[in-house]
């Protein structure tokens, strides 16, 4: 852990302006120390936004739920309007990590989570990702853990985070706050596939802060669930994971959302499966095929191979489980 | 003597009663000091930077920037190490060390993580960050040995044959051809961390010409032979201490070349240096279980009569030491059958040593043989609790000794019974509950008893306070409580006035905390000293000037403290009063004795366990073990039950998820971590319901105990991958047992 | 924790350069702390070392493990992913402070009642996450809850068994001397 110069942001403004190209905004902790730990993150200065005003969850006028960035991902988990209106994002923040992870993390360093590839954390090992033309030795290494989608000839590195999965099924937008102002990003197009910059990571410019994520208004009348599937029972990075909501007109499906983690380069949106469940009877058939769609671009590798089963498998019981959900709704509604 | 001390372990008092923990407190208080904790005046910290090569030479290290970090006084390698001795590095004269090889010997590297440098800094920041600013430049070889278990080693003629380590009777090859019932498969088993919670951790102190080590050790007498060894001074120069271990599960039991370079930098610094290897090296240079391949030929006659066993095991050892993880060491013991072979072979990869892990080769050698035996009952169409029993070994027919005790058919009936095994419906996949598939699925289990030599010390002090000491360790599984219990025992005086001091080379010698063999070795030589100090108090007591003067110290009985004559009863605390003394000292020893030759000693036990496998996702989980263990007298049942339980949790770990991984391409260790090394959380915990015998062993000690620490462990991945079968239909030889190995033949579903 | 922390004082930056160390001011135990510490310093190094407060042990130094779990304004968390620089103001607690006046928590009273546990090394970090967890009204009661909310405490002994009934019996005295509730959760403010 080199050394580096430590200092406290007084404003979301003047933390915008100070921080070198070298320096690193610190919230939680959780994914920064550890890989400053492992020098595979080296920041110059690091700056502490904790105790910046941006820990509040508030529902706009026009039925979105705007989460500040500091919101802890425990407080997210449990918040009213999360559990009551998004429960597919309680049930992912908690099937992450840990209960201490959790109690440290916030929404936006969540979504700042790099991977857990064991490549990128050795400095000895080549990746491009960490130390770009080095090369990958995930791609014929041990690569059981990796990519089988959106992966490129660079970079074959899962995103590790549970809760970005949530959010890409619900929809969001991002609130980034720079030197040159405010904008807004949608959340699916923040995070970047590796291509042949898997360096680049996400649509952050030098000096900007995630101050808030927005979700898109709730999916209503709906059932939702997050399936998230590892190795042991709690306290992994998933293998497969997936976020699904469904809504439900009689016996078909309305609108279907689905989102997969453990298993590509970022936070997986299914457009294509979502498309094909609308107007399908909400049965395993049709979760079946729209599991197929899903996994149709797969690339697995040496060692992963088994993920596009088990990712198909993490679809069909989440549609399943959602399924019944909005059967629970509708009912409870009729 | 006529008192309670001479058949106190037959019908005891506090030995084999609950007994809370007597060190208990100062681990629920933080005030335990454990070795990475401890602070000396001056002292330095040491931060060890690894190879990151598993094969080559280090051709340059580049220090000046490094050198230059604030803080930095030294930074010790090759270059500048000072030249040690190797020690002779064996069992018999006590300084077994676990990599023979001394650290900064030379500049080859042979395997990922070997210490290459060791940055001695003022604080333990800037020992890290300089250690990270290490340049070494390396001429890597190509040609490093991953694993046993890659393609090209996964062969029966693969390692170097050890014959000393092989036994065989009958005629097992012509009879196995003969068998009207075969079984002959192959098994492998990844190589594990022990990942103990306290990583290694050594603070050496100079003091003149003498050393004092603070050591997360199993064993300080070996670290303090060794030690002497390799730098060349007597034993009475050297004191290694270990108060308190944060687990070892057998790579504590032998000194690490961390040790050595710690003593050997603090020497050239002139200055206290501690070192706390990073979890990181700790799994890459800190032992590891090595992967096994294991052969298992079973033959039976129709009846279920085992014909002939044969069991091959190649197992991996290091390239700077040798060692042996003797898979077949529990099979000739295990079942009633005359035509038996056991072979083991070794064969050298570029890992850090192996060393014993927790039941070391037996744990794994009845996995392939308590699988093999699952997959006979299933060829013969019999139950396999009926197939145990038919070959159930009445005497050791190893050696043709009797059995000192031995009550398996009490196990396997009794967990049986509370498990529910009758309820069993042994069609495959037919039990099932929702999207669940039930498994059940059962194991025998067994782990040898063995006692060491030991002396220990005990002191009657005028306060009314009993002291016992002895330098075998705690290392968690309850050593403390049950030495104060046997001293409580033997006088009646309050577990609260008793003190026990253990993990000291000041102490008197004692054993090595490892192999289940710290109980019944080190509690004899305890009773043997409390025996000695009241004979010695008895004699004050009756000469000139005592309590009872004049009467038969034969004559005096021992209750709560205290000599009586009948009429009298006099406090010890009295006695030594009349006569002015601060205290009397009794010294014993024991050691194994004749009945080594007369009988066999074994413990043995049965595991029922209960998966629950959803195929629709492909996520199987254990959800309920029922076990009975036989091990003799559980001197204190919950630290006993405690080790069982822990066991069974740790045998989930093998049966389901623990792999050391290495890169095939170049032997570099890639998951050496707490979250892509998987071990059991608390959500992973099933239901356990272990129940203790209660058969005392007198024929193996006077307490009757034959030690708890292994067998737990013992033929849980068995009877997990049994399991799997019932509920699967599918037999699963290789561990751990991946999600990828149950989705192979799986759909979505 | 509110938005209304922002205007607390010490918010100026500390600007400290390469290495330098800085003050940081926090509550420990109960009683109020101000160190020198650098800034790459972990809270658990400074604890361990610099403070000689061994009982928050180290057992992974990555989050992986629990071993070093210690309350931060009444909430568990990872010592070792965490800068001392960061707590500035902030109420930490560790072992050394969980028994009162020589007396033990209910957590300690049930964990030596229950033997839950072996070696000890992972025991304080298990006591920290369950005498939060008891105060925490999030976290549900039944013992499939516990054992998800514990399962960042990594005990490779495997007294999980001995740990959730310690835990459970712990809860009848927890509950009765009333500490539940008593930590505030950020909920109402968030």
């Known amino acids: 852990m080199r050394p580096f110069a430590f200092s406290r942001a007084d404003s979301v403004d003047h933390a915008a302006h100070q921080t070198a190209p070298t320096a690193a905004f610190v919230a939680g902790g959780t994914t920064l120390l550890d890989l400053v730990k492992l020098d595979v993150m080296r920041p110059t200065a690091l700056v502490d936004i904790n105790t910046l005003p941006l820990k509040r969850v508030e529902r706009l006028d026009d039925g979105r739920l705007k989460i500040g960035a500091l919101v802890t991902n425990t407080d997210l988990a449990h918040h009213e309007e999360v559990k009551a209106h998004y429960p597919v994002l309680s049930q992912a923040l908690l099937a992450g990590a840990s209960t201490q992870l959790r109690n440290m993390a916030t929404t936006a360093g969540n979504v700042m989570q790099r991977t857990r590839c064991p490549y990128y954390r050795d400095p000895a090992a080549a990746c491009n990702r960490r130390a770009p033309g080095s090369g990958c030795d995930a791609r014929d290494g041990i690569n059981r853990m990796h990519a089988v989608l959106g992966g490129s000839t660079d970079c074959v590195a899962v995103h590790p985070s549970d809760m970005c999965v949530a959010m890409a099924a619900i929809g969001a937008t991002l609130t980034l706050k720079g030197p040159d102002g405010e904008r807004e990003v949608a959340f699916g197009e923040f995070h970047r596939l590796p291509g042949d910059t898997p360096h680049i990571e996400h649509d952050l410019r030098d000096g900007e802060l995630i101050t808030a994520i927005t979700l898109d208004a709730p999916l209503v009348p709906a059932g939702s669930h997050y399936l998230k599937l590892r190795d042991r029972a709690s306290y992994e990075f998933a293998l497969a994971s997936c976020a699904a909501q469904l809504s439900l007109d009689g016996e078909l499906i309305g609108e279907a959302r689905v989102a997969l983690g453990g298993v590509a380069t970022k936070p997986w949106r299914c457009a294509e499966a979502e498309a094909a469940l609308v107007g399908q009877p909400a049965e395993i058939a049709s979760f079946e095929r729209a599991a197929e769609i899903a996994l149709a671009d797969a690339r697995p590798l040496a060692h992963n191979g088994f993920k596009v089963t088990l990712a198909k498998q993490a679809i069909v019981r989440a549609l399943r489980e959602a399924a019944r959900c909005a059967g629970e709704t509708q009912e409870a509604s009729a | ?123 333990f920041e800037q020992a890290r960050a300089a250690a990270q600013r290490v340049v070494a430049r390396y001429r890597q070889k190509t ?102 271990i944060g687990s070892g599960f057998g790579n504590k ?14 020497r050239e610094l002139g200055r206290p240096l501690k070192v706390v290897l990073p979890r990181q090296q700790d799994m890459m240079s800190g032992g590891n279980r090595p992967a096994s391949r294991q052969r298992i030929r079973l ?71 308590e699988t093999a035996m699952d997959e006979l009952a299933v060829a013969l169409e019999m139950d396999p609790v009926e197939l145990r029993l038919k070959n159930y070994a009445e005497s050791d027919p190893s050696s043709g000794l009797p059995w000192s005790s031995k009550q398996l058919d009490k196990c396997l009936q009794s967990a049986a019974e509370r498990f529910g095994w009758a309820q069993r419906n042994p069609q495959i996949g037919s039990m099932r509950d929702g999207d669940e598939i039930i498994g059940y699925g059962m194991a025998s289990c067994t782990w040898f008893a063995g006692r060491q030599p030991c002396e220990a010390r005990v002191e009657l002090r005028a306060d009314g306070t009993l002291f016992a000491a002895c330098g075998t360790q705690d290392i968690g599984t309850g050593t403390y409580t049950i030495v104060a219990q046997t001293v409580a025992e033997l006088t009646g005086v309050k577990l609260s006035d008793i003190e026990v001091k253990l993990g000291e080379t000041s102490l008197p010698a004692g054993p090595l905390s490892g192999g289940s063999m710290a109980t019944a070795t080190t509690l004899p030589a305890v009773a043997a000293a409390v025996r000695d100090a009241l004979s010695a108090l008895k004699e004050v007591a009756t000469g000139s000037g005592g309590a009872f003067e004049g009467a038969d110290a034969d004559s005096l009985t021992v209750a709560d403290g205290a000599f009586s004559d009948g009429n009298r ?40 366990v209960e998966v629950r496998f959803d195929p629709g996702i492909s996520r199987v989980r254990v959800a309920r073990v029922v076990s009975t263990m036989d091990i003799g007298r559980a001197i204190n049942p919950p630290t006993a039950r405690n080790q069982v339980e822990g066991g069974i949790v740790m045998g989930i770990g093998m049966g389901l998820f623990e792999k050391l991984d290495y890169d095939p391409r170049d032997a570099r260790l890639i998951n050496s971590n707490v979250a892509d090394y998987i071990v059991p959380v608390h959500a992973d915990a099933p239901e356990i319901d272990v129940e203790l015998l209660d058969y005392p062993d007198f024929k193996f000690n006077e307490f009757g105990a034959r030690g708890v620490g292994e067998i737990g462990l013992t033929g849980i991945a068995p009877a997990i991958s049994n399991a799997l079968y019932h509920a699967t239909g599918k037999r699963y030889r290789d561990l751990p047992v991946t999600i990828e190995a149950l989705l192979a033949d799986q759909r979505s579903a | 924790m509110d938005d209304s922390v922002h205007s607390s004082p010490n918010k100026s930056p500390l600007g400290t350069g390469d290495g330098e160390p800085l003050t940081v001011n926090f509550t420990l135990n109960g009683k109020a702390t101000s160190l020198q510490v650098a800034p790459n310093a972990v809270l658990l190094d400074v604890l361990r070392e610099q403070l000689q407060l061994g009982g928050t042990k180290k057992g992974c130094d990555h989050g992986q493990c629990g071993a070093c779990t210690v309350h931060v304004d009444g909430q568990a968390m990872n010592s070792c992913l965490r800068l001392a620089a960061m707590c500035e103001g902030q109420h930490v607690t560790t072992v050394e402070g969980l028994s009162r006046d020589g007396e033990l928590h209910p957590v300690q009273q049930s964990f030596l ?62 509950d009765a001397t009333a500490e539940r509730g008593s930590v505030q959760r950020k909920e109402g403010a968030a």
């Not at chain 2, 002959?184 to 022990?194: K, N």
């Open chain 2, 1 to 123: 003597m006529n008192d309670m001390t001479q058949s106190a372990f037959h019908k005891p008092k506090v030995v084999g009663q609950r007994t809370p923990r007597v060190d208990g407190e100062f681990k629920l208080t933080g005030r335990a000091g454990y070795t990475g904790e401890l602070h000396v005046e001056g002292m330095l910290y040491g931060y060890p930077v690894p190879a990151t090569i598993a094969n080559g030479e280090l051709e340059a290290l580049e220090l000046d920037e490094a050198l230059a970090m604030p803080g930095v006084v030294d930074i010790f390698h090759h270059g500048n190490f000072p030249k040690l001795h190797r020690s002779p590095n064996s069992m018999g004269h006590g300084d077994q060390v676990s990599e023979v090889r001394l650290p900064f010997e030379d500049e080859r590297i042979y395997y990922h993580g070997q210490y290459i440098a060791l940055v001695a800094a003022e604080s």
């Open chain 2, 143 to 244: 040609g490093a040995v991953s694993s046993l278990l890659d393609g090209d080693h996964d062969s029966d003629e693969e390692g170097q044959l050890l014959e000393s380590a092989g036994s065989s009777r009958g005629d097992p090859e012509a009879a196995f051809d003969g068998s009207a019932v075969k079984i002959d498969e192959v098994y492998h088993i990844a190589a594990e961390s022990h990942l103990q919670m306290e990583m290694h951790a050594t603070l050496a102190e100079w003091q003149g010409e003498k050393l004092v080590v603070h050591e997360s050790s199993q064993g300080v007498f070996y670290q303090r032979n060794a030690m002497a060894r390799i730098f060349d001074m007597p034993q009475e120069h050297l004191e290694v201490i270990s108060h308190y």
């Open chain 2, 253 to 266: 039991l032998f000194m690490w070349p961390h040790a050595v370079a710690t003593a050997g930098a603090a």
């Open chain 2, 299 to 369: 033959g039976a006659d129709r009846e279920g009569r085992l014909t002939s066993v044969i069991h091959d095991s190649t197992t991996e050892t290091s390239l700077v030491d040798q060692y042996v993880d003797a898979c077949g060491s529990a099979t000739p013991s295990f079942y009633a059958c005359d035509n038996l072979a056991v072979s083991q072979r070794i064969l050298p990869v570029n890992h850090g040593t192996p060393c014993p892990m927790r039941a070391p080769g037996e744990v794994s050698g009845i996995f392939a043989l």
């Open chain 2, 569 to 608: 009863t006099v406090s010890f605390a009295d006695v030594l009063a009349a006569n002015r003394l601060a205290s009397v000292n009794g010294k014993g020893s024991s050691a194994p004795g004749d009945e080594q030759g007369e009988y066999s000693f074994r413990s043995f036990g049965a595991h029922f």
């Open chain 3, 113 to 174: 009642e229950c033997d839950a546990f072996q070696c000890g090394y992972c025991t304080p970090g298990q006591m920290m996450s369950a005498s939060a967890l008891l105060a925490d009204e999030r976290i549900g009661t039944d013992d499939a809850s516990v054992k998800e909310a514990m399962s960042g405490n990594i005990c490779r002994c495997g007294a999980y068994k001995n740990i959730l009934e310690a835990i459970q019996q712990a809860r009848l005295a927890y």
